[in-house]
């Protein structure tokens, strides 16, 4: 499934990871991640999203870490736009 964001369409059958730019910091609410190159902090507040950026390099797939994380397909749509604004602010990258 594609997610169009304003530059960039986010597609979760393709792969993606942490920006090797980018730090998680885990919080009692979720997580903090801050970009080094553009100086940008973001809030997860919700853990499983936490979860699921912090699985994405073992899967091949966005769509392979939703599934491996038990997110229902009903569901999903909320994951993908949280992830479709992750890549959209460079939080999250496809591997090189």
Do not use: C
């Not at 792969?15 to 970009?35: C, D, I, Q």
């Amino acid at each position: 499934m594609s997610v169009a964001t304003t530059d960039l369409v986010f597609d979760a059958d393709r792969a993606w990871v942490l920006n090797s730019s980018v730090a998680l910091r885990p919080e009692p609410f979720g997580a903090l991640l801050y970009h080094f190159g553009t100086r940008k902090l973001s809030f997860l507040k919700n853990l499983t999203v936490v979860e699921v950026v912090q699985s994405l390099p073992q899967h091949a797939s966005a769509t392979d870490a939703l599934a491996a994380a038990g997110i229902a397909d009903s569901d999903r749509p909320l994951y993908l736009n949280a992830l479709a604004a992750l890549a959209a602010s460079g939080m999250i990258v496809q591997p090189s």
